[in-house]
């Protein structure tokens, strides 16, 4: 009688949860300036409890995002996982694949990712059904790796045709005060401080410094 009783919470929080322990759900941005909601109302058309809801707002450079390491933490065999997209699993085509099989594999979880509903392991508990998943997860996650790789190539390709127009990246260039041939020989003389020729020309001495060696280089000193 104590077995069966010790059984029952269980059973009954399996059948309020929709046949799952727990349902999470996880969403990211990449900043805290990108819209988190759009992720969160699809999340919550599982009914997710929002304790078992995880948000992270950094890069997916690396996988130390605090929340999604507590949920991995949390998540056990049998819990469910849901999340809106496939990418939200990892930045390229190895985090990915090791992320879902370190979930399905490892922790024994279900995952159901809304954008693609072959994707769901629910439905995919059978040999083919599992082949039919991995196939699919493998051909996404490769094609999300090669468009990143392309935009970095297109954006690689843009700079070094704006450099070529003649386009300049970083700080502007200070143009140097029309005192600056009196100020440097007075300096080269002796007669004033580094600080005092940086601090008449209303500059940093790294910037007169800076000015100083690009006139050797073209002087030929």
Request: aromatic share 8%.
């Amino acid at each position: 009688m104590m077995k069966r009783h010790a059984t029952m919470p269980c059973m009954l929080r399996i059948e309020e949860e929709g046949g799952y322990m727990v349902t999470y759900g996880y969403a990211r941005v990449s900043t805290r300036d990108q819209k988190i909601d759009r992720q969160v109302d699809a999340l919550k058309g599982f009914s997710i409890d929002e304790k078992h809801l995880y948000i992270d707002y950094f890069t997916g450079v690396s996988f130390d995002r605090p929340k999604y390491l507590q949920l991995l933490q949390q998540i056990q065999n049998g819990d469910l996982l849901v999340v809106k997209s496939i990418d939200r699993l990892g930045r390229n085509y190895e985090e990915i694949l090791d992320q879902w099989r370190f979930l399905t594999k490892h922790k024994g979880a279900d995952v159901v990712v809304l954008d693609m509903p072959l994707l769901d392991t629910r439905s995919s508990r059978d040999l083919t059904g599992t082949f039919l998943a991995d196939v699919v997860l493998q051909l996404l996650s490769y094609i999300a790796q090669i468009e990143r790789e392309n935009i970095k190539k297109r954006q690689a390709e843009g700079i070094a045709a704006a450099k070529a127009r003649g386009a300049r990246f970083g700080r502007p260039t200070i143009q140097r005060p029309s005192s600056y041939s009196e100020i440097k020989k007075a300096y080269l003389a002796g007669k004033i401080t580094r600080r005092q020729a940086a601090e008449a020309l209303g500059i940093c001495r790294s910037t007169f410094d800076k000015w100083l060696n690009q006139d050797k280089r073209e002087n030929g000193d």
